[in-house]
């Protein structure tokens, strides 16, 4: 390319981006000037002829427009997609029959060539005359047998709200293709929710039973599945993994995932199936090893009373050595927080070290023996702990989840200056979880911290927190308790309108339901919203209090009462979905 060609291209290219700035700011009548020497330079360019169209349309200039396609056709008799633009230009006339033949003929012109299918198709969808565009697409399929618009068609279904078809179609394109599957997933997901009762969900439902009774493939069980653990219905989804389990006998994956998103939504029984059975049928070492570490885990959450054996067995069956650290990680963490023997687990940790062979295990390792020396109040050696792993594992996910230990062990200790400065280096941690936890603390100590050495409250809530953690759960409600009627802490306590109230009282109602102190908890939550009906903990405080009159003081009607605020009143609340799905099942909608 010459210099001169290339200074050509770079004004082309200058006047296209600042065309389209015009056209994106309404400012038509700068972007049609623009538009009009690019389409002279460019006649066969359809983006600079659309765009051009579409600036006298906006300018009420149609008869330009109109002489602009008319011309265009007589020299492209073929271009059948020109009517198309030529009976939109009518449309927003308002000459409705006059756009009609001309659609007709974009679509006739089809018999001929199906070369321009996608093209017209496509400007059908865009100008939202979506019957015109499945037409399209369908007589294209007809005339030409190697066309396939499957999943166009079926994204206009779902435009039009025809989720039946929308989904048989792309059932069909899945048929006819397995690689159509994830691409097919990802669109179904649009419509999907965690309501099995949803439309779209029952329609999916139906459709898949449907085409699995008539063609059976895996493919059918594996969107049942995944249908099913998006409603949460993780029982069902584990006999349609057992079903395609059964028919090759290969891969446990499938089940080990399901396992592990059923127990993080608390569906504990199915997780056990699923570990369970892996334990059965599995033939490789490390995935036994694994599904027994999250058989303590459940152990553990349901505090079966037999987890203490179930340790000893697993080690007695494969041994302490590399290749149970992480059970023996789990271990340490059941003796400190569930059997308050710090000690012993300190034993086990340092044993780990001794079979640790790779610098992740030994940082696994010592992120556990940190909690641990934090539990005891050994903060200092415990940060000796934390600060090696950032160290050796630079920028790593453990080294960004130590240096987040660094900061809640600061806060632990009343050093909210250090515990800031870690957080803020944190705030844009690529793991999300990490990134969101440094965020909320981080807030909780700027929004808290004292002012000019005026006491603030936070510390004495820093410490009711470091007691929570070392489950000393009387001595942290007596912390909170003090803060409503220490003179020293508040010349009155702490009341409605100082700035910590709302963190020191949500904090109080999670420990009084911890101790099973029901209306007492309420009664906490109550007074956040007595104070302040809209602060950003609301939607929370009324999903926790439906929850406690549902499963605890089982309370039907209070409970119904909590969940229709979120849903009327919180309408994007991360606790909407859950509290529609209850409220629905306390009202006595068939589910």
């Not at 649009?190 to 039973?209: C, G, H, M, P, Q």
């Not at 399901?258 to 199915?270: H, I, M, Q, S, V």
């Not at 209070?558 to 979905?577: G, P, T």
Request: hydrophobic share 40%; glycine share 2%.
């Amino acid at each position: 390319m010459s210099i001169a060609q290339d200074a050509n291209e770079k004004i082309i290219q200058n006047d296209y981006l600042l065309a389209e700035n015009f056209f994106r700011e309404n400012a038509f009548e700068k972007a049609t000037l623009l538009y009009k020497k690019l389409y002279d330079s460019s006649p066969f360019n359809t983006n600079y002829l659309e765009r051009l169209i579409s600036c006298y349309q906006e300018t009420d200039r149609f008869l330009i427009a109109e002489q602009l396609l008319k011309n265009k056709i007589k020299t492209n008799k073929d271009h059948g997609y020109l009517y198309v633009y030529l009976g939109y230009n009518y449309e927003k006339q308002q000459l409705k029959d006059t756009a009609a033949i001309n659609y007709k003929i974009a679509l006739n012109s089809l018999n001929k060539s199906t070369v321009y299918a996608g093209v017209i198709g496509g400007l059908f969808k865009e100008y939202n005359l979506l019957d015109n565009a499945i037409l399209a697409y369908e007589k294209a399929m007809q005339i030409n047998k190697n066309a396939n618009y499957i999943f166009q068609i079926s994204q206009i279904y779902g435009e039009k709200g025809n989720y039946k078809k929308m989904f048989e179609s792309y059932i069909e394109l899945v048929d006819s293709n397995d690689r159509y599957f994830n691409v097919i997933q990802r669109y179904a997901s649009k419509y999907i929710t965690e309501d099995s009762e949803n439309e779209a969900n029952v329609l999916f439902r139906k459709t898949l039973l449907k085409k699995s009774a008539s063609t059976p493939k895996d493919v059918w069980n594996v969107l049942l599945s995944w249908l099913f653990t998006q409603q949460k219905d993780f029982a069902k989804a584990l006999i349609q993994e057992k079903a395609l389990f059964q028919r090759k006998q290969e891969d446990l994956s499938a089940i080990f995932t399901l396992g592990k998103t059923a127990f993080e939504n608390n569906a504990f029984d199915t997780s056990k199936k699923c570990f369970n059975f892996i334990v059965e049928k599995s033939k490789t070492k490390s995935e036994i090893i694994n599904a027994n570490l999250y058989l303590t885990k459940l152990a553990i959450a349901t505090k079966s009373p037999e987890t203490k054996k179930l340790f000893s067995s697993i080690f007695n069956h494969f041994g302490k050595n590399a290749a149970t650290i992480t059970i023996q990680v789990q271990y340490a963490d059941f003796l400190t927080f569930y059997e308050n023997k710090p000690t012993e687990a300190i034993l086990v940790l340092k044993e780990a070290l001794l079979y640790a062979n790779s610098k992740f295990d030994k940082a696994r390792i010592k992120l556990k023996l940190g909690d641990v020396l934090v539990f005891t109040g050994k903060f200092n050696t415990a940060l000796v702990y934390f600060s090696q792993i950032q160290t050796q594992l630079k920028n790593h996910e453990l080294a960004q989840e130590a240096r987040f230990k660094i900061a809640q062990t600061s806060y632990f200790k009343g050093d909210f200056d250090w515990a800031k400065a870690q957080l803020k280096i944190l705030k844009s941690a690529t793991t999300q979880l990490i990134a969101n936890d440094a965020v909320a603390l981080y807030l909780k100590i700027s929004d808290n911290e004292p002012v000019d050495s005026i006491p603030s409250g936070l510390k004495q809530l820093a410490k009711a927190e470091l007691l929570a953690f070392q489950n000393k759960n009387d001595a942290a409600l007596s912390e909170l308790n003090n803060l409503f009627t220490q003179k020293e802490v508040f010349v009155n306590g702490l009341i409605p309108g100082e700035v910590i109230y709302d963190d020191v009282l949500f904090f109080q109602a999670k420990l009084l339901v911890k101790q099973n102190k029901y209306e007492q908890a309420l009664l906490s939550l109550s007074k956040i919203i007595t104070a302040d009906n809209q602060g950003f903990l609301t939607d929370a405080i009324y999903f926790m209090m439906a929850e406690i009159y549902h499963n605890k003081i089982k309370n039907k009607d209070k409970a119904q009462e909590y969940y229709q605020k979120i849903i009327f009143e919180h309408s994007s609340s991360i606790h909407l979905v859950d509290a529609r799905k209850r409220y629905r099942k306390l009202r006595g909608d068939k589910m």
